[in-house]
């Protein structure tokens, strides 16, 4: 999809003399001019996209300030920050391969983009790291929250907290069949908050107080970061491709459309995890 | 005495309200200034319609020529461009505002309301009065305002009462507001305006409009079914208010759930394999945890009636049950 | 200037090389990147929606002849309606006039080789293939019954397996029209002809400028809402279940911010065509050119604005009620310049009663009906008890029908002469017409006042009080069928049979009417300057081709 806005520029359908300019284009300028504002549209309608979980964001958090102030206490602010440190090198070498290229530094070129690939593959890898522990922890979305400890309580006896909290989640679970009646018609949600609190005091821990469906903040969070690293997955596809032109020997200071094109799209993915970071780590 | 005014009043308000063309009849307060309102659009609408077709039609006639006639000459007018840009919008300014008003009126129920709470499910209502009587249709005082305060156990529903020109959806997890008083006796349909799966069409009811005294000898006569009946009139009466007839037939054809004809007694097999046979404790606890054993061929989709049907509820509809052969 | 423009006007055209000998065979069609092999390809493809589509819609109005259960049951007939609605609105209205006319049409009248991307644009077609596939996964496998809407939480629970094929479906539809929208902002902004100012552009073009912003601004809006009722339906995340504590009102709020600009997705490429064929065959200049154009543009931004207009009785706040009625009033009033412009250009002009024209008649007749009822809805205290009736279903079948179908038939008469070099029989043509606006109106005229008696819609039963209405509607809705077939079948017989066309049979002074018909590969063999696009004066009749001819000393 991120590519597809710089498909004319490999340009092979033109009958020109510039191999490189498509027979419906009068200039390389024009060509380049399209393939811009292409990139920019591109770009626009990304945002907007995002938007979407942006603005679901904004209403639930208006709606439940507690949900998310208690919740973002789950996630690790320092493994955020390094992934937010690493997409900024990133975004930094990606720009600097743009400008290599129009200088026609080929060598400094293929490094900038290498080293981009190799810091996207970073970031996945970390964001990774933490989605196994918050799969571990029982960190997520709609029925299947259920947090084996208290925000800021994991990283130590992971293995040994584990059967005993699961025990406790399904004392929860009893619970929660044996007393549909209590709550009336539109308190189902209640039956979710109810598992972690009495989880916690079966575990031992310092009592905390789960708010209502503190679900939905995970919901979001994968939601938000899950799409932004899918947009991560295509960036490192593109830049692959662009590898591989490059190495070909494709690019130069005439022709640097695509690589200025993916270093556009990559600042955009960089820039949705820059608000990302705030949002759900860094809460108040 | 006071019967006899209210019902006088009643058949002269009748008189008037008769169902139009256009409209069902009028039997809200609201409903003549919201007709007014649309029959104000509606004039509008038909001037315009057959200013802009006359026109149009004499044009393609009058103008006709033939292929060889020179291209017409290019015309500009500026007063022209204005007036028919400002005229539209000094009407649609008039007609934003009427609508305005209209809408707050509807939608600001008097502080003195009767409360009736509105619950939707697929695909029957159930109606609570402030005693805790339940019925299945709306039953309300005339000259009285209520308002209904309403929620949906499963998708959302829209409760629509033509007569009353009032519609407000009914959502799961929240609950929404509608309110209306009624200026004639009588029984107008109540419509469900939210697509709410299969049998959308079917969740129908009716409002019940009384004189006041009527409406204390219903309230009274409704909330004690079980002095007033035999319990296999009684739970007769619950499974027809409590929408279970919406599922559940009684002449042995399959709707959504098992059909209870000849239930009693019954071997039935379960979704898990097993079977049970269909007796007290079978009926009770399909009611009050209807996901716990499910018939086999049926989907686990009915609601759970813990806290809705009293023991003594039930305990008629089981004798109900035993009458289905 | 040359005495006569470029050369090869009145000659037939059938032994030069044009885009449809261009190269033959299976590959030259779908591997192709010429916009108008595309714009071919999408033209039968989004008709075979609608013919599917239409299908549906007969079988819907024939089971509704009977107050009870008639030739289908519950399930069937609302699985029918979802499909009907969803094939129409995402396969067929907004893919239809851009896809076909649109890619067919503009970089011809920008005097453009081809769009700025010819590969992106094969793409966009593809992406609609794909997307038609899996609406029919969701068809077959499992079924749909939410209605074309997806409301959360029915969308969520119903045991319609199809719905996640469906929505991905959609997902598909939207990022196809995303890229055309793309494809053609660029084109108009970087590919225009030498002396194709913006004010020389031709107002289909505006028009179709006008919905391409939309096409990139809101459609990713739809593409996320329908990606999260995926991932709700799958994974069960809660946004919009309310068991899971989520809201499933954002979901309306989030879906109608789409779809309400998508409404103007749909008619804004119909104002275009009707602009063109009533300035083309009245030979006279448009009147209030630039009003017309920046009245797309008006509606098309603040189309963005009025989607809480479908909310008023959905419980949201009272004060976002009175402001979305409030814009809503505002778009009345651009809607209302380009009819009233019309009529100004026809008045005093040198009419020609072609078969386009007709259909432009056709098109003022339904959307006046569909813009006025349209005032009914947004004034806030008749919605409510309009909302959800009938009379909603005729309101926007008039705008979307009359917009869509009656401007596509209108913009398919008006340039096939162009696309094929043939013309079609103008007796039939006027029959179509005629057949086409009078059976809608038998159909859909009856539903206004079922609706505001009060007859809900995507009832599968009725009260027996409405069936005389019902009936009425079902047998317009026959003749309707029957127009449209005898419409396309004329132009199918056209296009093979046709006697041949002159390049340019109306007179129209817009360049596409300037290269031969069909036109070449490229379009151009010298590239065309462009001038005022509805300045008639220097096109003169010429018997011998019976068409027009450029006179320019």
Known sequence: MSTAAAHDHQGDHGHGHDPHLAHHFDSPQQQFDSGKLGIWLFLVQEILFFSGLFCAYAVYRSNHPEIFEFAHRYLDVTLGAVNTVVLICSSLTAAWSVRAAQLGQRKLMIGCIVVTIACAFGFLGIKYVEYQHKFHEGLLWGEKFNPKHAPGGHGEETGHGAPHSEAAGSTAQVDNTGSPGDHGATAQPEKHAASPAVTHEAAGDAKVTTPRNTSIFFSIYFAMTGLHGLHVIAGIIVYIWLLWRALKGEFGPKQYAAIDFAALYWHLVDLVWIYLFPLLYLIR | ?325 | MSSLDTVGHGAPSHAEDNYLTHAHGFKSWALTLDHKRIGIMYLCSTVGALMLGGVFALLLRTELLTPGPGIMDHDTYNRMFTLHGAIMVFLFIIPAIPGALGNFVLPIMLGAKDVAFPKLNLASYYLWVFGAIFFVTAMVHGSIDTGWTFYTPYSVTTPANGVVWATMGVFILGFSSIFTGMNFIVTIHKLRAEGMTWFRMPLFLWAIYSTAIIQVLATPVLAITVLLLTVERTLHVGIFDPSLGGDPVLFQHFFWFYSHPAVYIMILPGFGIISEIVGVHSRKHVFGYRFIAFSSLAIALLGFLVWGHHLFTSGQSALASVIFSAITFTIAIPSAIKIFNWLATMYKSSLQLTTPMWYAFGFIVLFVIGGLTGLFLAAMAVDIHLHDTYFVVAHFHYVMVGGTLLALFGGLYHWWPKMFGRMYNEFWGKVGAVLVTLGFNVTFFPQFVMGTRGMPRRYFTYLPEFQAFHVASTLGAYLLGFGIVLAFVNLAIAAFRGRKSAANPWGGATLEWECASPPPHDNFAVMPTARDPYDFAHLTYDEKTDGYVARRS
């Open chain 2, 1 to 325: 005495m006071n019967t006899l005014v209210a019902s006088l009043l009643s058949q002269l308000v009748t008189a008037g309200s008769e169902a139009t063309y256009w409209f069902p009849p009028q039997a809200s307060t609201v409903a003549a200034e919201i007709d007014w309102i649309y029959y104000f659009i509606y004039w509008i609408s038909v001037f315009f319609t057959v200013l802009i077709l006359a026109a149009g039609a004499w044009f393609m006639i009058k103008f006709r020529s033939a292929k060889t006639a020179p291209a017409a000459e290019a015309g500009h007018n500026t007063a022209l461009e204005v007036t028919w840009t400002v005229v539209p919008a000094i009407l649609c300014v008039f007609i934003f505002y009427f609508g305005l008003t209209g809408y707050m009126d509807t939608h600001t129920p008097p502080d003195d309301s009767y409360v009736v709470n509105v619950t939707g499910v697929k695909w029957a209502w159930a109606f609570t009065y402030p005693d805790g009587t339940v019925s299945d249709t709306l039953h309300v005082p005339v000259h009285r305002p209520v308002r209904l305060v309403m929620s949906s156990e499963d998708v959302i529903h829209s409760l629509f009462i033509p007569a009353f020109r009032t519609k407000q959806d009914v959502v799961p997890g929240r609950y929404t507001e509608e309110w209306f008083e009624a200026t004639e006796t009588g029984e107008f349909v109540i419509f469900c305006t939210e697509y709410c799966g299969t049998k959308h069409s079917e969740m129908l009811s009716k409002v019940v409009v009384h004189t006041e005294a009527e409406f204390s000898s219903w309230l009274a006569q409704a909330g004690n079914i079980h002095e007033r009946m035999s319990p296999v009139e009684a739970g007769e009466l619950l499974v027809k208010q409590r929408g279970c007839l919406q599922c559940h037939t009684v002449d042995g054809s399959t709707s959504t759930g098992p059909s209870w004809k000849g239930i009693w007694g019954r071997s039935e097999k379960l979704s898990d394999g097993s079977s049970v046979t269909v007796d007290e404790n079978y009926v009770r606890t399909s009611i009050l945890q209807p996901q716990a054993q499910v018939v086999a061929g049926f989907g686990p989709v009915m609601p759970t009636f813990q806290g809705k049907l009293k023991d003594r509820d039930i305990t008629a509809i089981i004798e109900y049950f035993k009458t289905l052969k």
